[in-house]
């Protein structure tokens, strides 16, 4: 037991000690504008450098070779303790805030969900709205590599099928070598596009603050907003229509951001099947709720049905969760069908959440073929992704995780109800925490947030959030008594 | 195109002439009774007799030995065909009802969905009521069957997993030699428990005519009753035991009651790993939701409580769709819980809709041996039923099939919620349609029925219910190309 936990805390403590370093963005803030946060900030980085360090340095004589086991291990710990160390500045700060509320909305930034519990945002210091909006953007960060480097490497949920763009030489199967190598690469795509996307809405008429704080909770696809109106609150189509853009652009896996870039080609978009279906599946459901809209009397004109319609249903259906009206307010129909995309619109290796394109269109095909293989037989009709077939294995592990996702809903959704809350907040916001895209609908609607759940209902969502993020079986197979074995 | 249609028509007509003798029941006892409702079923029965036996002889010559493709398209045009057929009475005696609604009643009656457009059931003429219940009753025969002996020969949805108890020697391919031998020994069965129902409902304190007309849907699992109160009528803990114990009798495989009744033994039912996991099951859920009502107040008393839990939850786990309350007004985890249940609870080979327990046990030890090969990817965990291991061939079939019920639970659910209905009674009408099960929740929900509904979402209504009937596959794969190619 002793040495297979020590080598995954040694590597944890280190990446706790350099988390830390993120403390010091909002604390310089604060500092220089003398906001009421530096103490809570200044604790929040102590305490979570020297603990990680302690912890680094103590057991850094068991460091070894990761194997697998403990991959999902280290996962599951930085995803679980990481927003457990951000909450300091929060419980600190906030005197009526408790660690469960706090909690969620760390595990919601860093998840890249974006619900809050939080209230007042407009009016509080901006530094805590800068924490926010960072943990989100650094979130973005951490969901790159896992979905493009470390769940292939573990196997999870058919994954595998996942790394076949992935850039630079990743066939091997050691945990950590050339995982630095990836992630520098996608990094760069998203440091680039961050930039791009603040300068783009501060042309756009958003403060300097705003324009940052928002590109990262863009590029991350986290819809935390500084507002409580959230885009609302500017009513402005220029600054909309440059969320759209930035929406869609981190709705497509970044190593196609990155090969395109790399050989100034838009040719990796083109030939992604996964880019091509996601735009293709956003235009056509942007035109059917604006069109629906406009014959339910929500709209007077074609033109503003569209501009609501546009942005809401992007938010929604790429998982970030921003809102320019209350859509909770539309006849039902629309904000279901907008969850219901979540669910699989974002591609593989995007800052999105949901079960990914790439597995919908695997669990498409198989479906239509085991169809046409009740006529046939013996027809082989294999599942094919960019004229590759994909393995009996990969397939078998896709379906497998579509069980768990819809277990997970469906028990989720059952405890909540269980606990009292009404059935459509219960089933859109587990649907929305499962695929991190924040706001459900009824008292956990998008004019509304979650800080009227109870203790144990908020915990249930934060465990949700963790769940769809890593995927479900980086989780589950914790919980697995063979994990354990040994 | 003609040589592959007409050899289906004549058995279907020799099918149609051969159930237009069931009219001759309610014919008869409206005839003794001098009810008005005589020559509607007069009518009704010389059209069916005549243009099945026409459509029988016309296309006779063309007589062959089916094959897998003939089976899906002849089983579908029986369940789609036959309740246009036995509308007739419907239309012709009623003069308000129009034939989407009446379609709408003869489907859920064949279907043995037992959803009901009807209101006034207490006050409208006996035979009316005893064609619905008859409807159903033959309904359970024509499931048995196609449950235990067709789908599993068409191989749908990995059915052919179903067969592992299937008396009589059932390993052939062909569709129609064997067939008869099976359906004998599953109908010596279904008639010798639907007399004992009867019996046991008289002896209860029901009338000879009620008694019989609920056995008719208490084991064909259909649920339609001749009392708009459904068993809140009678009032009676004693005919809700007889209810409770002869729905879960009939949710079990009919071929495990054969083989017991064959070898006079209990062996089979203790052999059987489907019939245990359902009455555990059905026993836990039972005590979950009566402790459930009592800590919500809902009833005083444990007895009470256990009472209607017992009564209800079976009911709506089994698929039938009794109530002997409105358990709509209960907090709604209860009532979704019991849907819930409906989806998997009842067995391969029973009258019960849903899934399948057979199919869910599957589901779930695929889900589990992909858990654990995420940790050992070498390891082999088949999935086994009764020391048997399942074929990939087979979970692959269950798997596809559980994504079709899926997509199909909210396609269905989107297009009426699209058409206006609210979204709680779209989801479980659509659960409960798909499952056979009858009552949802809200307007579609146990103290109302289904004639809320327009006419276009009568019909969405009417095919979810043969589309979950007919195991989804032997219904969609005719809307696929192959199926018409050459
Ligand atoms: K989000
Ligand atoms: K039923």
Known sequence: MRSSIFPVVTVLGFATALFSVSFLVPLAYAFATNEPTVDSFATGFLITFFVGLAAHFLTRRFKRELQPRDGFLLVSAVWSLIPAFSTIPLVLFFDDLSFTDAYFETVSGLTTTGATVLTGLDTMPASINIWRHLLSWIGGMGILVLAVAILPLL?????????????????????????????????????????????????????WLDAFMHSGTTMSLSGFSSHDASFAYFDSPAIEMVSVAFML??????????????????????????????????????????????????????????????????????????????????????PLFMLFLSVFASAAGSTGGGIKMLRAVILFQHAVGELSRTLHPRAVNPVRIRDTVVSSQVISGVLAFMMMYGMSIITITMIQMFTGLEPIAALTGTIAMINCTGPGLGVLGPASNYSSLGDFQTWVYSFAMLLGRLEMFTILVLFTPAFWRK
């Open 249 to 334: 652009i981190s709705g497509v896996n970044f190593a196609i951001h990155f090969l395109a870039w790399r050989g100034k080609s838009f040719r990796p978009y083109v030939m992604c099947p996964e880019t091509k279906w996601f735009l293709v599946l956003m235009l056509v459901s942007v035109l059917l709720i604006a069109t629906f809209l406009l014959a339910h009397q929500q709209y007077t004109t074609f033109s503003e049905a569209f501009r609501f319609s546009l942005f809401n249903v992007v938010s929604v259906a790429t998982t970030t969760g921003f809102a320019n009206t209350d859509f909770g307010q539309w006849p039902i129909f629309a």
């Open 155 to 207: 196997g999870v949920g058919g994954s595998q099928v996942f790394k076949a763009e992935t850039p630079g030489p990743m066939k091997d199967s050691k945990l950590t070598p050339r995982i630095t190598e990836t992630a520098k690469s996608l990094y760069l795509v998203y440091v680039a596009l961050s930039l791009a996307c603040a300068v783009s809405y501060k042309l756009a008429g958003m403060t």
